[in-house]
């Protein structure tokens, strides 16, 4: 098994689903009774959003790669991240990172790509909404993104560190949610929805969504990543 590193704390709700998700994918693929061997670097959601808030992308990435650096330092082959937002320096990060990296977005886009989508609505932080990196990625597939308005993009990206962040899973901001997804899929003819935010899931699932492809980019993931643990 290939020695794996993830980079969590952004937050920490999608950590632990992360956490979880690994291990249960990874013995879902062995015939063995073993469980999967990784660490854990666990960053401050804090400090991400205050890099993300100020735009200061340079110190995002130093701050990431320090992390790779400690990672590779304690024998990892290869590492991800816990959250859409910070995919934003991804480029960059991979270039100079001691460890081979797995995206979340390309692998969202793969999966994308393999279900012939044409329109996606891409819930997220305000960040990941209002940023390019989704939408370039997915225009290479052939596929258009559409976000929420500004004011709902201001609920979700509350909704998230006011609550999902903090282990806060509430009814009524599932139905918010639902209710977002439900009229732009009335009005703008989306076939699909991106759960950008890897702490999403925590209150909205694919069963709550009707009618369209739902690309949990969490689970789409760690497919990739435990694929590549047990990678030859």
Same mark, same amino acid.
């Given at each position: 098994?290939?020695?794996?590193?993830?980079?969590? &704390?952004?937050?920490?709700? $999608?950590?632990? =689903?992360?956490?979880?998700?690994?291990?249960?994918?990874?013995?879902?693929?062995?015939?063995?009774?073993?469980?999967?061997? !990784?660490?854990?670097?666990?960053?401050?959601? %804090?400090?991400?959003?205050?890099?993300?808030?100020?735009?200061?992308? #340079?110190?995002?990435?130093?701050?990431?790669?320090?992390?790779?650096?400690?990672?590779?330092?304690?024998?990892? /082959? !290869? *590492? $991800?991240?816990? *959250? @859409?937002?910070?995919? +934003?320096?991804?480029? /960059?990060? *991979?270039?100079?990172?001691?460890?081979? =990296?797995?995206?979340?977005?390309?692998?969202?886009?793969?999966?994308?790509?393999?279900? @012939?989508? @044409?329109? #996606? =609505?891409?819930?997220?932080?305000?960040?990941?909404?209002?940023?390019?990196?989704?939408?370039? $990625?997915?225009?290479? %597939?052939?596929?258009?993104?559409?976000?929420?308005?500004?004011?709902? +993009?201001?609920?979700?990206?509350?909704?998230? !560190?006011? /609550?999902?962040?903090?282990?806060?899973? =509430?009814?009524?901001?599932?139905?918010?949610?639902? &209710?977002?997804? @439900?009229?732009?899929?009335?009005?703008?003819?989306?076939? #699909?929805?991106?759960? &950008?935010?890897?702490?999403?899931?925590?209150?909205?699932?694919?069963?709550?969504?009707?009618?369209?492809?739902?690309?949990?980019?969490?689970?789409?993931?760690?497919?990739?990543?435990?694929?590549?643990?047990? *990678?030859?």
């Amino acid at each position: 098994m290939r020695k794996f590193c993830l980079i969590g &704390g952004m937050g920490p709700q $999608a950590t632990m =689903l992360y956490y979880n998700l690994i291990i249960s994918k990874y013995r879902s693929l062995v015939s063995t009774e073993n469980y999967p061997e !990784f660490m854990i670097i666990n960053l401050d959601l %804090y400090l991400v959003d205050q890099f993300m808030e100020r735009r200061d992308y #340079s110190g995002l990435a130093d701050y990431l790669l320090k992390a790779l650096h400690r990672a590779y330092q304690d024998g990892a /082959e !290869f *590492a $991800a991240m816990v *959250a @859409n937002t910070p995919h +934003q320096v991804f480029p /960059e990060l *991979a270039e100079v990172s001691p460890l081979k =990296l797995i995206s979340i977005v390309e692998a969202t886009c793969r999966r994308a790509g393999k279900q @012939n989508l @044409n329109k #996606s =609505l891409l819930l997220g932080t305000k960040y990941t909404m209002q940023l390019d990196f989704y939408p370039s $990625a997915m225009s290479e %597939y052939g596929i258009e993104i559409v976000v929420p308005s500004i004011e709902e +993009q201001k609920y979700i990206h509350r909704k998230i !560190f006011d /609550e999902l962040d903090k282990g806060l899973i =509430l009814d009524h901001t599932r139905d918010g949610f639902l &209710g977002i997804i @439900n009229q732009i899929a009335e009005n703008q003819n989306i076939d #699909s929805v991106i759960l &950008g935010c890897t702490e999403i899931p925590l209150v909205l699932t694919e069963k709550d969504i009707k009618n369209l492809v739902v690309l949990d980019t969490a689970r789409i993931h760690v497919d990739e990543i435990v694929d590549e643990m047990l *990678a030859k």
